[in-house]
């Protein structure tokens, strides 16, 4: 009954892990990086298309630039799961992340979270990660004109006022490091919807 999630977007490593018992993809990139990942994935299993405009090495580098943040990712999710469409797998099997802080710059971020519920008309589970991110940390520093960038573990409450904000606006699986925090601070506010 446990979900074991293997994140890669490379099919040799899904290929293994999935053998070992993972049970759910998480790929960076949908099928971008590895066009053969659909065929190691299988109709069984559920697989998170996780948005980024550019490469892991090279996401943040020079200017971030979209046409509109949320439209252009919502290209992008429907491109990736037609071309999983077309390669077998099911559309169930399928959850989108607009991958919060993966070439996207501070301003693009809020911009994804407040209008997250966009997303909502494919249909799909949206998943959100915004836990300890650097964006929280340069917007503390600026705003509360603090001395220094917050490190990851004094974001707690930044992450969860945007994790809010987001799961309002439609995210239904959250990704956290603070998992009792989280969890507690989601039981109550899914009392007050």
Do not use: W
Not at 20 to 32: K, R, T, W, Y
Not at 63 to 87: C, M, N, P, T, W
Not at 95 to 124: A, C, H, M, W, Y
Not at 144 to 161: G, H, I, T
């Amino acid at each position: 009954s446990v979900i074991i999630s293997i994140d890669s977007y490379k099919a040799e490593v899904v290929r293994a892990a999935i053998s070992e018992g993972a049970n759910m993809v998480n790929s960076l990139g949908g099928f971008s990086f590895d066009p053969s990942l659909p065929l190691v994935i299988g109709k069984d299993i559920p697989i998170l298309i996780y948005h980024i405009k550019g490469k892991p090495k090279d996401m943040q580098k020079g200017e971030v630039v979209y046409r509109d943040v949320v439209e252009d990712i919502k290209e992008f999710f429907e491109k990736q799961i037609a071309f999983g469409l077309s390669e077998g797998i099911k559309r169930e099997q399928f959850l989108i992340d607009p991958g919060i802080g993966f070439g996207k710059t501070v301003d693009q971020n809020l911009e994804i979270i407040k209008r997250l519920s966009k997303f909502k008309s494919l249909g799909l589970p949206i998943c959100i990660g915004v836990s300890r991110k650097s964006h929280l940390g340069k917007i503390l520093q600026s705003d509360l004109k603090l001395a220094s960038v917050p490190l990851p573990d004094e974001r707690l409450e930044a992450s969860l006022a945007e994790t809010a904000v987001a799961v309002l606006n439609g995210a239904k699986i959250v990704r956290t490091h603070d998992v009792l925090q989280t969890r507690n601070f989601l039981t109550i506010l899914d009392k007050l919807k």
